[in-house]
């Protein structure tokens, strides 16, 4: 039967090389502690190498001589793979986080494609480069950059204290330009105060200026808050 015809060597190197290379991604994913992992980037690479397989190959197994558009299905995947994708990008006090690890799912996405046609060599290709920009490429950019480094502070204060004022002044006098992002008001009880996002660029060191910023009388707390990736 048709159906249970055993694959060629080509379609069996295509699903063993997208399971590899989109491994490959996957692990830098979890190894970096992202949410999206080693499962996620292998399934993901896997749908996508079946899908572009049976646009192929299965349709004209089943139907026998029939003309279609096999490109209708690779954009299918690629339009498909943005649901997912999606979920992994979240908003924490007005940054963005998971655009990183979103893009990842997306490559691997193209890798079980590229698998899926055979054409191995660009997958390969495709990762070496994915390395190269998540390994090399943007630690040295990183280290390039790291007199202008952009930093965003949640600070929490308790009005009447001057705190923000203050904050912005240790901010200055520290090497940073300081600009607030977003006030939110706070009311518990008889206590009232305000939760606030400022944004620092410069060359001073963040940890000391978190430092100094929580031993100011009022405030309540202070944290950095992450980096995408």
């Not at 139907?63 to 649901?83: K, L, M, P, Q």
């Not at 950059?145 to 204290?161: K, P």
Request: proline share 1%.
């Amino acid at each position: 039967m048709q159906g249970f015809a055993m694959p060629n060597q080509g379609q069996i190197m295509a699903v063993v090389l997208t399971v590899v290379l989109c491994g490959l991604i996957g692990f830098e994913r979890e190894f970096l502690k992202h949410d999206a992992g080693i499962r996620t980037h292998i399934l993901v690479g896997l749908g996508s190498c079946l899908f572009t397989m049976v646009s192929l190959y299965g349709i004209q197994a089943a139907v026998g001589n029939y003309s279609w558009d096999a490109s209708r299905i690779a954009a299918g995947v690629a339009s498909g793979i943005g649901f997912i994708g999606a979920g992994v990008i979240f908003f924490n006090h007005d940054s963005v986080k998971g655009l990183t690890t979103a893009s990842a799912i997306w490559v691997a996405a193209a890798v079980g494609m590229a698998c899926g046609v055979q054409l191995f060599a660009i997958a390969i290709l495709a990762v070496v480069f994915y390395f190269l920009a998540v390994l090399v490429i943007a630690p040295i950019l990183k280290w390039f950059l790291r007199n202008r480094q952009n930093t965003v502070l949640r600070i929490v204060y308790q009005d009447g204290h001057g705190c923000l004022r203050e904050s912005l002044l240790l901010a200055t006098r520290m090497g940073f330009e300081s600009r607030v992002l977003t006030i939110h008001e706070l009311h518990r009880d008889a206590w009232k105060g305000a939760d606030v996002t400022v944004n620092l660029l410069g060359k001073g060191d963040v940890t000391e200026l978190v430092e100094s910023i929580g031993q100011t009388p009022g405030v309540k707390g202070v944290e950095v808050l992450g980096e995408d990736d």
